[in-house]
């Protein structure tokens, strides 16, 4: 279930860079933490709605130059007359199929589709002894039957389609793998309309996988669990494998990232084996020859790592598999290696077409800590002894069914300690686990992957498109600046200045704090949008600074030179209050001691105590308490002595409490 960020012609161009052409009239709004943008136009496609809209507007200028020219060959007063008859010129709208997306996605696709048609995959039409079927009318009507079938995984197509076009534009080095996956499940979630939440909800819409996150020599089903802290390192080969679902209709789909063009090559041989399998897959053929056409793409590449040529091998041990309803994996499964497997694809049935190369052994084998599980269809009715386990088998019977989940998951839903549970849970052959596959520590696999459905008419490749454009934003600034600020009452939004179209297409962007409008009444349904806001920038700033340079992490840590600052600084407001212990408050040496050398330690020390205060005097975070306790000294030391100097009688002699 995976795709690389640059899909090149084979994958909707995803990789090119994002092409602006604003106008003055337009700008680009996002917000700080998550918003929308606005372009016009993307890699150079325009949306078929604009382009109606565009000639709806050329022949409105046609009319209205005709009508000038009528006027010209009157009268003056009557051409004065026509001018103000004329109506202004309405202003564009977002048509029932325009194009507009916030970043991370937010906005629902049913919004963005609200006839509730989807577009279809890519299409490509049987050859050889199944070309009559693209033709046939019996077929072309079966077809017609199954449109409430399509639709839907058309709708979580889209939905895949749109996340993995965001993900590819935003995975950096620098993130946590944590981060990369809950960016990606959240915008799935939020674009199938279903956020999982509610008992069921997981079922009628959402992940139809969870999003694996395989790096370098493992080769999928790794996910980050609770507390993981692994973060992208800028020569590391990352598979990017997740399902969206509609009502069970899974679309399985996965890349590869890289940011070092050392492994170009591994990663073309997967993608040109990908592609293969899905060229030669149809109604009627036998899976085995897939398979051996699947390993002589692949293997006639080679790539050169660390100075070494290495051949890209088939993993031979890795399958595609074909999808039923809820199901990830149907009984069938297609070999990526020459075999003798003489099953037939037959009509109807979807397929992940799905491809490992590695420069390994070729071969995986379970290794890691396990974060993939999912509810069997023919789990065995058995008696379970642990209680946690029976609470954990509904909880996951009712919000996955027989989805895939991972504990993350889990934990999202509120439960903790439920690994004595979810193991008695796979013991008994109720839950099956998808431990992590791996090839030889030191190799490097890749993996593409897309979801076909052999149609009777024709073969579609539901998760791709090339034909499409990128999603577009486009909106009224004026308006939807208007809106934002009624909609929260935090107003702290960012937005890009427009340069006249003639200029040259360039950008300006502002950072501005707008002053809410008194009138909250009127508040912003998110029909058409949804916004996110940050009462304080500066955690996006830092995650910002931190995806741009990565080596920044390693200025962060406990500062040896804190512990001898305040040691220093203690030592010398002690000395001072010995030596002024006899001194009267208002005498010159007092004051002067006080001013110069206790206002400025104390400044310091205050700076210290607020590094303390992050761990950065000490690694232990005991030691760091028990340090600003010290730290804290010179402060109640002078209230002491003040107190001594003021009630001498306390101290010279005892006071007698008898009545």
Known sequence: MAAKAAEGTEAMSCARPMETHITKDTCSCFLVNGSATSNDHTNGHKDSTSAKDENEDSDEDEDKDE????????????????????KPKKKKKAGANSKTQSSPPRVPVSNLFPDGQYPEGEI??????????????????????NNDFLNEYRQ?????????????????????????????????????????????DNIKGGMGFPTGLSINHCAAHYTPNAGNKTVLQQDDVMKVDFGSHINGRIVDSAFTMTFNPVYDNLLAAVKDATNTGIREAGIDVRVGDIGAAIQEAMESYEVEIKGQMLPVKAIRNLNGHDIVQYSIHGGKSVPIVKSNDQTKMEEG?????????????????????????AKRADAPNVALRVSSARSLLNTITKNFGTLPFCRRYLDRLGHDKYLLGLNNLVSSGIVEAYPPLCDVKGSYTAQFEHTILMRP?????????????????????????????????????????AMPSTAVTTTVQVSSQLDLPKEKSARFDGDQFFWSYTEEPHRTRRQAIMKAHPEVTKLCGPEPLTKYFVLAVVALQLICAVLLRNSPVLSLRFIATSYIIGATANQNLFLAIHEISHNLAFKAPLANRLFAVFANLPIGIPYSAAFRVSNPMLHTKPISYKT
């Open 67 to 86: 009508e000038g020219a009528n006027v010209e060959a009157g009268a003056p007063g009557a051409a004065k007359k026509k001018k103000k008859k004329r």
């Open 124 to 145: 490509c039409e049987y050859k050889n002894e199944n070309s009559f079927r693209t033709t046939n009318e019996e077929k072309r009507h079966l077809d017609r039957m």
């Open 349 to 373: 049935e979807i397929f992940a077409i799905e491809t490992f190369g590695s420069t390994g052994k070729g071969y995986v084998r379970d290794d890691m800590e396990t974060s993939h599980y």
């Open 457 to 497: 008419t024709v073969k579609e490749v539901i998760s791709r498109d090339e034909n499409r454009p990128n999603i577009v934003f486009n909106v009224d600034c004026e308006s939807y600046l208007l809106k934002c600020m009624r909609s929260t009452d935090t107003a702290h939004v960012r937005f890009v200045l």
């Open 156 to 200: 979580g197509a889209e939905v895949h389609r749109q996340v993995r076009q965001w993900a590819q534009k935003n995975i950096k080095p620098g993130q946590t793998l944590t981060e990369i996956a809950e960016g990606i499940e959240d915008s799935v979630r939020a674009l199938t309309g279903h956020q999982g939440l509610e008992e069921g």
